[in-house]
């Protein structure tokens, strides 16, 4: 959705205009205000179908958790929650750089929005960094699902530091079993929100660019807005991912 | 057949196609393959979309050919699985999908609504490239060895048991989804933002609020299948354990999940033929159409009751008895809109003056059909029946109904209707009147001996069957061959037309709807000077009015 101008109609037909043409406008448009009008509102409508993908997961995680509620909880105790949290303060951080990109955007400060975009990057690549040091730690312990799946720190919570600290109960075996599921939905979850940071890096790359030749300092700004609302997104999935998944037993009984 | 008709063309002698039309605009592949004009993007679907209905029909045929006889004699038993998987993965995902919305909603929805445009022309290009890179895709994996899986990715089948490109059919499928739901998106954003002055929410033609409330549909409900399809996927690569029972995971959650798109995604299908439905009935019976409003609303509770409804796929499945009871109820009540549909175009045709142009014959079609269909889909939903006739040729023969002989027939209605808009050209009537009947007399010696089948007893997905079973299945195979033939006609006619067909002018069925206002084919513009709505949909007598104006001012 790039917003390459169409300067006036190209044929035959000329027609009358009420409206006079600004170079950003397309040539479907009347107005400039409809233009933005319906971009930001497709923007919306894209973000309510991100819901709903999101939904499917949330919905399996609903359902696993009421069932194997032990499970979730002992799964839960092998994340890290200081990483875990640092990475919410990285990704809010980068939010609010992010709305003041968008700003910088508005009243046309290019070089602070070149900042912005750069530190909205630097913070999205580092909630990356720090989700891969916890990847890490789970392949090692072998807690990634699938054939090399290991039941050891559920079974025998001794041998394992975050089940000792966290003070788990040896399982029995068959719900010992289900902490799969949880890891299932761990990774399932946290990958698709990484691949959308990953999505959104990418684009904001693409913006930085832009913005350093004056792209987005013209008074035409919605393709930062639409993008801020999606950067945004991504951060409120994570603030529901964070305590879904890190923080099941941590409240006060 | 009546002489009686609207069609009024005019002087052949003098008339010539527009010299400046969206067809003609630009020149050369790249003109097309970087277009943003909603009406090339539309021409380009209508393209791929009959190439793609053409293969999945092909696969038909080989099903068809195979039940010919008893014994799996044709084909081996895993290669038939694998031809009706593809049957039904490009029927539903490549053909019946995006058929309606992609090419007349594409083409129209900006004409009706007196806009220039889609409101996003790039996204609109986009999800053309999204269908194309999954419909190679599905091809790819057809012919690398195929899926045996059926269109509905069952786990644990498709994730544990079987061999076959379930991960590459996966991706077509989840990127198709993609396509389908930019176009849903593009045209709710352009419903809502970009309608001609005085084009109030009633005013549209009832073809746009159909295809709102499919839009609705397919934002919503394919994210949700592409989620389960992720899911399905990860856990054939890495073995997550969210539908493996061996895990703790439930098989029965890629169910709902599957459902939750894949039962909505039918009215994704019907609804915008239903559109192309009210628009045909009021042109050829010269009414407005009975209880506008009525008809209106009724796509959209089509589209909010067809969410609360998918579990009704699953009765055998092992849901609970409460469950069976509730969405056996709310299937009952989305017959409801159907019929309020229905008899509101039944009215319509009450004291109409009725013509009997081809796509009013596909029109009744359609409405004979889809009413067979839509009552056997009751039998369907009530749990009590539907658990000895759900793995039974019944419901192949209820969902051809509906699909084909609703979908298919509004599709060919509508195609029919808008052509010479989209062409400039009128196809030959009485070749093309021939079409639809032999199509309607095909269809049922297909499909209808697939419900005497169906309550006898005989299962669906197998090569082979009892040998009592052959006459009925002979005739089906026939009346394929008859509908084979009736599905050809139009590809011919039609092409013949592009170059011979009588021009057309601006309105050949002197019907209301703002398209018609416009020349044929259109400016890439749409309309040279936007349009002003000042009458209600259907307005008979103000098009009389225009016309006496016409009169007035030129005479």
């Known amino acids: 959705m790039s917003d390459s101008p169409v300067l006036v109609h190209h044929g035959e037909v000329e027609i009358a205009h009420e409206h006079p043409h600004l170079p950003y406008q397309r040539h479907h448009f009347e107005t400039m205000a409809q233009q933005n009008d319906a971009t930001n509102f497709a923007m919306w409508l894209f973000l309510l179908t991100e819901i709903m993908f999101f939904g499917g997961l949330f919905t399996a995680y609903l359902i696993y958790r009421n069932w194997y509620y032990p499970a979730f909880v002992a799964g839960s105790h092998q994340l890290n929650v200081i990483w875990g949290g640092i990475n919410t303060l990285v990704l809010i951080t980068s939010s609010f750089t992010m709305a003041m990109g968008v700003w910088c955007a508005e009243t046309r400060r290019q070089s602070q929005l070149v900042l912005c975009l750069v530190l909205t990057f630097i913070l999205g690549l580092g909630f990356l960094g720090i989700k891969t040091i916890e990847y890490k730690e789970k392949i090692e312990k072998h807690h990634v699902p699938g054939f090399h799946y290991s039941l050891q720190s559920f079974l025998n919570p001794d041998s394992d530091k975050e089940a000792k600290?966290?003070?788990?109960?040896?399982?029995?075996?068959?719900?010992?079993?289900?902490?799969?599921?949880?890891?299932?939905?761990?990774?399932?979850?946290?990958?698709?929100?990484?691949?959308?940071?990953?999505?959104?890096?990418?684009?904001?790359g693409f913006m930085i660019l832009r913005a350093r030749a004056g792209g987005y300092t013209t008074g035409h700004i919605t393709f930062v807005e639409n993008f801020g609302l999606y950067w945004h997104f991504v951060d409120i999935v994570w603030i529901f991912l964070f305590p879904l998944l890190y923080l099941i037993s941590r409240h006060a009984q | 057949m009546s002489t009686d008709t609207i069609v009024s063309l005019p002087d052949q002698s003098t008339a010539r196609i527009p010299k400046v039309n969206f067809l003609n605009k630009e020149n050369g592949l790249l003109s097309w393959l970087l277009t943003g004009d909603h009406k090339r993007i539309a021409i380009l679907y209508l393209i791929s979309i009959t190439f793609f209905f053409f293969i999945g029909g092909a696969l038909?045929?080989?099903?068809?050919?195979?039940l010919l006889t008893p014994q799996s004699d044709l084909m081996a038993t895993d290669t038939y699985n694998k031809v009706f998987t593809m049957h039904g993965v490009i029927m539903i995902f490549f053909f019946l999908v995006p058929s309606v919305p992609a090419t007349l909603g594409n083409f129209l929805i900006p004409l009706m609504l007196g806009a220039k445009d889609l409101a996003l022309p790039k996204v609109n290009l986009l999800s053309w490239y999204l269908y194309m890179a999954g419909g190679i895709l599905a091809l790819y994996t057809m012919i690398t060895g195929g899926v045996d899986t059926g269109w509905?990715?069952?786990?644990?089948?498709?994730?544990?048991?079987?061999?076959?490109?379930?991960?590459?059919?996966?991706?077509?499928?989840?990127?198709?989804?993609?396509?389908?739901?930019?176009?849903?998106?593009?045209?709710?954003?352009?419903?809502?933002?970009?309608?001609?002055?005085?084009?109030?929410?009633?005013?549209?033609?009832?073809?746009?609020w159909a295809h709102y409330a499919a839009s609705i549909l397919m934002v919503l409900g394919t994210p949700v299948l592409a989620i389960a399809i992720v899911l399905v996927a990860l856990e054939r690569t890495i073995g997550i354990g969210v539908f493996d029972p061996t895990k703790g995971g439930d098989p029965l959650l890629f169910q709902h999940l599957f459902w939750f798109y894949s039962h909505p995604a039918v009215y994704i299908m019907i609804l915008p033929g239903m559109g192309v439905i009210s628009e045909t009935i009021s042109t050829f019976s010269r009414k407005r159409v009975f209880g506008y409003t009525a008809v209106a609303f009724s796509s959209v509770a089509?589209?909010?009751?067809?969410?609360?409804?998918?579990a009704h796929h699953m009765f055998i499945m092992g849901i609970s008895n409460y469950s069976m009871l509730?969405?056996?109820?709310?299937?009952?009540?989305?017959?409801?809109?159907?019929?309020?549909?229905?008899?509101?175009?039944?009215?319509?045709?009450?004291?109409?003056s009725i013509t009997f142009e081809t796509?009013?014959?596909?029109?009744?079609?359609?409405?004979?059909?889809?009413?067979?269909?839509?009552?056997?889909?009751?039998?369907?939903?009530?749990?009590g029946t539907d658990i000895h006739l759900t793995e039974t040729y019944f419901i192949v023969a209820h969902f051809h109904f509906?699909?084909?002989?609703?979908?298919?027939?509004?599709?060919?209605?509508?195609?029919?209707?808008?052509?010479?808009?989209?062409?400039?050209?009128?196809?030959?009537?009485?070749?093309?009147?021939?079409?639809?009947?032999v199509t309607f007399i095909g269809f049922n010696l297909t499909?209808?001996?697939?419900?005497?089948?169906?309550?006898?007893?005989?299962?669906?997905?197998?090569?082979?069957?009892?040998?009592?079973?052959?006459?009925?299945?002979?005739?089906?195979?026939?009346?394929?061959?008859?509908?084979?033939?009736?599905?050809?006609?139009?590809?011919?006619?039609?092409?013949?037309?592009?170059?011979?067909?009588?021009?057309?002018?601006?309105?050949?069925?002197?019907?209301?709807?703002?398209?018609?206002?416009?020349?044929?084919?259109?400016?890439?513009?749409?309309f040279l000077v936007t349009p002003i709505m000042d009458h209600e949909a259907y307005d008979y007598e103000w098009l009389d009015g225009q016309k006496q104006k016409e009169v007035a001012s030129v005479g």
């Open chain 1, 165 to 204: 600290a966290a003070g788990d109960k040896p399982m029995a075996l068959d719900m010992a079993r289900h902490t799969e599921v949880y890891f299932s939905l761990y990774f399932a979850m946290t990958g698709m929100h990484a691949l959308h940071m990953i999505i959104g890096i990418g684009i904001l």
């Open chain 2, 60 to 66: 038909a045929g080989l099903i068809r050919l195979e």
């Open chain 2, 152 to 208: 509905t990715f069952t786990t644990p089948l498709s994730t544990h048991y079987v061999n076959t490109n379930v991960l590459t059919t996966g991706l077509a499928v989840f990127v198709a989804g993609f396509s389908s739901i930019f176009t849903g998106l593009n045209f709710i954003v352009t419903i809502h933002k970009m309608r001609a002055p005085g084009m109030t929410w009633f005013r549209m033609p009832l073809f746009v």
């Open chain 2, 302 to 310: 089509i589209a909010v009751f067809g969410f609360f409804v998918w």
């Open chain 2, 326 to 352: 509730v969405f056996s109820l709310l299937t009952m009540l989305v017959a409801v809109p159907s019929a309020i549909k229905i008899f509101n175009w039944a009215f319509t045709l009450y004291k109409g």
């Open chain 2, 359 to 383: 796509p009013m014959l596909y029109t009744f079609g359609f409405m004979g059909l889809f009413t067979i269909g839509g009552l056997t889909g009751v039998f369907l939903g009530t749990s």
């Open chain 2, 402 to 437: 509906v699909m084909v002989g609703g979908m298919l027939m509004a599709f060919l209605a509508g195609i029919h209707f808008w052509w010479p808009k989209m062409t400039g050209r009128m196809y030959p009537e009485k070749i093309s009147q021939l079409a639809a009947v």
């Open chain 2, 447 to 526: 499909f209808f001996p697939q419900f005497i089948l169906g309550t006898l007893g005989m299962p669906r997905r197998y090569a082979s069957y009892p040998p009592e079973f052959q006459i009925l299945n002979v005739f089906s195979t026939a009346g394929a061959t008859i509908l084979g033939v009736g599905y050809l006609l139009p590809v011919l006619y039609l092409t013949w037309s592009l170059k011979y067909g009588a021009i057309a002018g601006n309105n050949p069925w002197q019907a209301t709807g703002l398209e018609w206002q416009t020349q044929s084919p259109p400016l890439t513009e749409n």
